[in-house]
């Protein structure tokens, strides 16, 4: 060794990695600038013209449009970025997948708000014209989607950001008008009586997907009612709604059921047998019994007293509904005021006038019946019924009929936007049939034809759920539900454009007539009914077509009513998907598909958009709209909890977005099962952030050392069989991702990679290859070998990875690339000669264990202060069975570090190789058994000359072959002598 060699510096002259890509991201100020490049350069519009330049097919993710009112939540950024990640990954695929956002706009939400508004201003609804209402709820919905438009741009989300689709623009109005037209058109829209859910606060109907429940107090009381013609004798009903006492119309009874005369004071009260025992504790009465017993058929055909009206009873009736789980076996009976109770007033012909207004208040016509002296005159006309039940119950008490009356916390429906109780009230509504009318295309009702598709019945074809248990619980729905009530008795809304013939009371179904109206709605929007409403009603007709019918407009009733908005988002496959007005998508597929490949939303859309959807599709088009459905669970707190203000638990996406960066939100949502509930925590969000400094290193490291390579790749058959390997691991992982991708997993695409960089390139590759691609020549082979691998490496995770993190990628892919973004490329493909044979498998199954072995015991001896680095220790492989051979010496040196590696075949007793020296042996018995590690007590260091440029030791005592030769007189190494000629660094000097 020169004299000069140990204090040279050669740092200088190794091959280190450089590069410009920072190791901090600074993800929360980049990513807004990566937003405006991106709809700068417009990103999104270039790649489906490349794509469909291409010819590629066509997969279409339709948008379940977000309602425009107020900021985005968790469970928007848990959904909107599912989506990109389907979108981004379905274009890396090559598919042109077009994606337009859509906002739903009218509705209940924004109506309710601007009557808020009104409040503060002294003023309610009827102060102003209802196109001046409109016109405030139409503005409160743009500017909700402004904000939101660029809340949804923030997540990273690619789409049309130019030609979104709303359902408050004139041509999406007009294309619910024309579905509606079908509809009647095929007879499936009725009016009907019907007890349905009703907000007295915001005096409309509403759908069941617009219902909450909640814990809520309601007033319990046990009422005994006189049966006529019986003296002292009662039966006693239970109720927590004694504010529907007015409309009592009769009293039920289970007709298989036994009931007991209880009698206390001389009065004999009628209760179910089973609720016997209970109901005289409730009472704190001493049981005593009458001793008589009766069925609860014995019943029917008897009267009882009307609890407030002096004068009028009703009929017991036998009760389908009548449980004894609790109260008193008999039920009240207010056919106005319940759903079991309306069809019980039905098939018994009861009075089913229902005594409540839409704003909660009685009728003036409440008192006709009470007595000229009655208390409770003057007390319910025109009140609002939750007060006036004081009133009620007063009056029940001086009757003496009120037992006893108690608070109770019940869940009970709930408005989902004022939050106030709701009420069953018995109101004509217009109707979607689900049952009586059949599909054309199908030969079957609404109902069974969506069901035939749901389970791919009847040799039909289904539509798949991801996942699997969403096709029995929209089953369930579908198969359990009345009639789609699609009336609202709103302002902001598409009206229900029905005109009734007076005389004949036939709905006018003429396909002219239709057409006529949807032109009108699509030149003025939603107010072209309205404003034709008291005097220009003959403009709702085509030219001579009254004189045709011999009609005038005077014959016909025009309805004012609205439709029920999941009408207006659950019909966006047609004036969406379907559109051929230049709004909106405008897809006509020809490729024997249905309009949509997939809907993907939450869970709780399985009786929301999903439901509708499939409804008014099936009605209209007798099919699915979707192929696929995939639905995500809710965002939940770190203990599986809901996030609640009072638990001070939630979390804004802004928040995170601000915080942490939106890649690594991605990266968290990617992660995770989303067919259960994700939870969010800030030490979930932390690992996410240690999660994401791994993929960015990993790319740092490869830019670094690809950093001035000249990109002239070696072909396959010659790169090293290191290299080979690699490029097979890669191969294997790719194609899991692939797999994983396409079934929506993503949190297995994101384990996959992740454990890939974490596993086989950090902890395995690049710590191997960094000797090579530090301190070999430009000109090695198996540098330029080890590089090629690199820049395939590099591309694969960037296209892999840039559906999950697109900022980052992009910022790879343009690091390396130049100006052209990662989000125009496929993914890399998998070459077919990388992944191997099964033998190729086996035998680097053992290199890989070998290399682990030996590194656990060098990693002991290091921590014992034995050695310094693997370099300071030889190893010998001792194998009795294997699929190595004495010749793979230099390659598991090469994975192990240590600075030499003999392969011996086992070809003695077990003992024999006892009597090696080198301190770290490895036995190999057959692989299928196991691999045995056994330390020498004595470390033996290898002997020779350490290369103070790359650290190897050369030189000193070998087992079984030549003696390498030591450093050359430059005082290096020959390979290190070799890349400072070839640098012209040979003279350099510290």
């Not at 950024?77 to 990109?84: F, M, R, S």
């Not at 004068?311 to 009976?333: A, C, M, R, Y």
């Not at 203000?645 to 995770?672: C, H």
């Not at 042996?921 to 691999?931: A, G, L």
Request: charge should be negative; charged fraction near 25%.
């Amino acid at each position: 060794m020169s004299e000069h060699a140990d204090k040279r510096d050669f740092s200088a002259t190794l091959k280190l990695p450089k590069t410009d890509f920072p190791m901090r991201a600074g993800l929360p100020k980049q990513e807004p600038v990566w937003v405006q490049r991106w709809l700068d350069e417009d990103v999104y519009g270039k790649l489906r013209a490349k794509r469909q330049e291409e010819g590629a097919a066509t997969f279409i993710l339709h948008l379940g449009p977000p309602y425009a009112n107020g900021n985005f939540h968790m469970g928007h950024a848990l959904t909107y970025v599912l989506k990109d990640l389907i979108v981004r990954s379905k274009f890396m695929a090559g598919f042109d997948s077009p994606y337009v956002p859509g906002w739903d706009c009218h509705g209940l939400p924004i109506e309710w708000k601007i009557e808020q508004e009104l409040r503060a201003e002294k003023k309610t609804k009827h102060d102003v014209s209802v196109a001046e209402l409109r016109g405030k709820c139409r503005a409160y919905a743009q500017k909700w989607i402004d904000v939101q438009k660029a809340e949804w741009q923030r997540l990273g989300a690619i789409g049309d950001w130019e030609r979104p689709y709303k359902t408050m623009d004139k041509a999406n109005e007009a294309g619910i008008v024309a579905e509606l037209g079908k509809l009647v058109q095929r007879g499936m829209v009725y009016k009907g009586l019907r007890s349905t859910l009703w907000s007295w606060a915001e005096e409309t109907a509403l759908a069941e997907a617009e219902v909450e429940y909640a814990d809520k107090e309601s007033i319990a009381i046990t009422l005994a009612l006189p049966l006529v013609g019986k003296e002292n004798e009662y039966v006693v009903i239970w109720t927590t709604t004694p504010w529907t006492l007015p409309a009592n119309r009769a009293v039920a009874v289970k007709g298989d059921e036994d009931y007991v005369a209880v009698e206390h004071d001389g009065k004999r009260y009628w209760v179910a047998k089973a609720l016997a025992g209970s109901f005289c504790e409730s009472l704190n009465w001493i049981p005593a019994f009458a001793g008589m017993t009766r069925r609860g058929g014995d019943f029917v055909g008897l009267r009882a007293v009307h609890p407030l009206y002096d004068g009028v009873d009703g009929p017991l009736v036998e009760g389908f509904h009548v449980t004894t789980d609790s109260g008193t076996g008999l039920v009240h009976i207010a056919p106005s005021h319940g759903a079991e109770d309306f069809q019980i007033g039905v098939e018994q012909g009861l009075d089913l006038e229902c005594p409540v207004r839409g704003d909660g208040t009685y009728v003036d016509g409440v008192e006709d019946r009470l007595a000229a002296d009655s208390p409770l005159r003057g007390k319910l006309a025109g009140k609002l019924i939750w007060p006036a039940q004081k009133d009620i119950l007063a009056e029940l008490e001086r009757k003496g009929w009120l037992l006893k009356q108690e608070k109770l916390v019940h869940s009970y429906p709930v408005s989902w936007r004022s939050k106030e109780k709701l009420i069953f009230r018995t109101t004509h509504q217009w109707f979607v049939d689900l049952d009586n009318t059949v599909v054309p295309e199908t030969g079957k009702s609404v109902r069974e034809s969506a069901l035939d598709r749901i389970h791919a019945r009847d040799g039909v074809k289904g539509v798949q759920w991801v996942p699997q248990y969403g096709e029995n619980r929209i089953g369930s729905m579908i198969a359990g539900r009345p009639d789609w009530c699609i009336s609202r008795q709103r302002a902001w809304g598409v009206p229900i454009t029905i005109m009734v013939d007076k005389a004949s009371g036939k709905v006018v179904d003429d396909a002219a007539v239709w057409s006529h109206i949807v032109a009108l709605v699509a030149a003025e929007g939603i107010d072209a009914w309205d404003n034709r409403l008291g005097g220009r009603e003959t403009e709702l007709f085509p030219d001579g077509w009254l004189a045709a019918q011999g009609k005038a407009v005077d014959d016909f009733e025009y309805v004012r009513d609205i439709l029920d908005v999941w009408f207006d988002s659950g019909t966006t496959h047609a004036h969406v998907l379907r559109a051929d007005s230049g709004v909106g998508q405008r897809f006509h597929r020809d490729d024997g598909k249905r309009p949509a490949d997939l809907y993907q939303e939450g869970s709780d859309q399985h009786r929301g958009w999903f439901h509708s959807s499939l409804l008014t599709s099936v009605a209209v088009y007798g099919d699915a709209p979707y192929e696929q459905v995939v639905t995500s669970g809710f965002v939940v707190d770190g203990e599986g909890r809901k996030f609640s203000k009072s638990l001070g638990n939630g979390v804004e996406p802004r928040q995170l977005w601000d915080k942490y960066g939106m890649d690594i939100v991605r990266l968290w949502v990617a992660s995770s099962d989303y067919s259960e509930d994700i939870r969010y925590s800030p030490v979930i969000m932390d690992s996410m952030s240690d999660a994401y400094r791994r993929f960015r290193n990993t790319f740092r490291w490869l830019l670094g050392n690809l950093n001035g390579w000249d990109g002239e790749a070696v072909p396959y058959d010659q790169l090293p069989e290191l290299e080979q390997y690699m490029l097979h691991r890669l191969g294997q992982v790719l194609g899991n991702v692939r797999k994983h991708f396409d079934a929506y997993q993503f949190h297995k695409a994101y384990r996959e990679l992740y454990e890939f960089c974490g596993g086989d390139l950090s902890n395995f590759y690049f710590d191997v290859r960094k000797d090579v691609l530090y301190c070999d020549p430009l000109s090695s082979p198996a540098r330029k070998g080890c590089l090629t691998v690199l820049d395939i490496l590099l591309r694969a995770l960037a296209t892999h990875l840039a559906p999950i993190l697109p900022f980052t990628c992009d910022e790879v892919w343009r690091s390396r690339m130049g100006d052209a973004s990662v989000h125009m490329e496929t993914f890399v493909p998998v070459g077919r000669e990388w992944v191997k044979d099964e033998a190729f498998e086996a035998r680097w199954d053992e290199i890989m264990l070998v290399r682990e072995r030996m590194n656990q015991v060098a990693e002991k001896w290091r921590n014992e202060g034995k050695i310094k680095s693997n370099a300071s220790a030889q190893g010998m492989v001792v194998a009795e069975k294997t699929n190595l051979s004495e010749k793979d010496g230099e390659l598991l040196r090469l994975v192990t570090g240590l600075s030499f590696i003999h392969i011996n075949m086992l070809t003695q007793t077990e003992e024999w190789w006892e009597e090696f020296e080198p301190p770290v042996h490895c036995v190999i018995r057959p692989y299928e058994e196991e691999v045995e590690i056994r330390p020498e007590e004595n470390i033996e260091l290898v002997a020779g000359d350490k290369c103070p440029r790359c650290w190897r030791i050369y030189g000193g005592k070998v087992i079984n072959g030549d003696e390498p030769a030591g450093l050359r007189p430059s005082g290096v190494c020959a390979r290190c002598d070799e890349a400072l000629a070839e640098a012209g660094q040979q003279g350099a000097a510290a």
